[in-house]
Structures are given as structure tokens and as C-alpha cells.
């Protein structure tokens, strides 16, 4: 299975020097993020595909689809994350089912 990037140029190349399978860049234009929707779309669909990295913001600007596999997981990018500890939790609290308290 493959491990596909989607994300702005800076993260995509970090990504891409860390040996990521499939590593695609955009911009933040309306045509870009069009791009970007179409990719996620194919990525989707394709079999050979079990992970897509995209970055927050871009995963904000985009609808992202409750699909099984391939496994969407959000990453920062070089601005740091959005979400913090409270997406943190979160994450943990639909894998386990145990919510982590301070």
C-alpha cells in the first residue's frame, strides 16, 4: 500500500525527501483547491492507495469523506497545527474509545 501527500509546496517536498510514495503540492487558489478535491477524489478510489496525509488547512477548505481506506490523516504544516490538543483527544477517544482527561 502506498502513502500518498497532499499539501502546500514546502510540506510536500519535506515529504517527498522523507520518501512518501506519492507527493502532490498546491497553492491556495479557488483552481488549485479544485485540483487538490479531484486528487483526494482519485487517490480515494484507487486500490493501491492505504494512507493520504493532507495537511489541516487544506483539509479545512476541503470536504473530506468518511471512508474507511484509504486512512485520511490531517498533519500540520511548517505553520504548525491548527487543532491542538482538543483534535488530539479526539483522535484518541474514536481509537480507543477513552476520552483523556488533564
Known amino acids: 500500500m502506498k502513502i500518498a501527500v ?4 514546502d510540506t510536500a517536498l519535506g515529504f517527498k525527501l522523507a520518501g512518501a ?3 502532490y503540492s498546491f497553492d491556495d487558489t479557488p483552481l488549485e483547491l479544485e485540483r487538490l ?3 483526494l477524489k482519485e487517490l480515494i478510489e484507487r486500490g493501491d492507495v492505504g ?8 483539509a479545512q477548505k476541503v470536504e473530506l469523506p468518511e471512508v474507511t481506506l484509504p486512512i485520511i490523516l490531517q498533519v ?3 505553520s504548525g497545527s491548527k487543532f491542538g490538543e482538543e ?7 474514536r ?5 483523556l482527561k488533564r
Request: a positive charge; zero cysteines.
Open 6 to 9: 497532499l499539501g502546500d509546496r
Open 21 to 23: 510514495h506519492e507527493v
Open 37 to 39: 478535491r479531484n486528487k
Open 51 to 58: 494512507i493520504i496525509l493532507i495537511t489541516e488547512r487544506f
Open 76 to 78: 500540520p504544516d511548517k
Open 87 to 93: 483534535a488530539i483527544k479526539e483522535i484518541v477517544r
Open 95 to 99: 481509537a480507543i474509545g477513552v476520552e
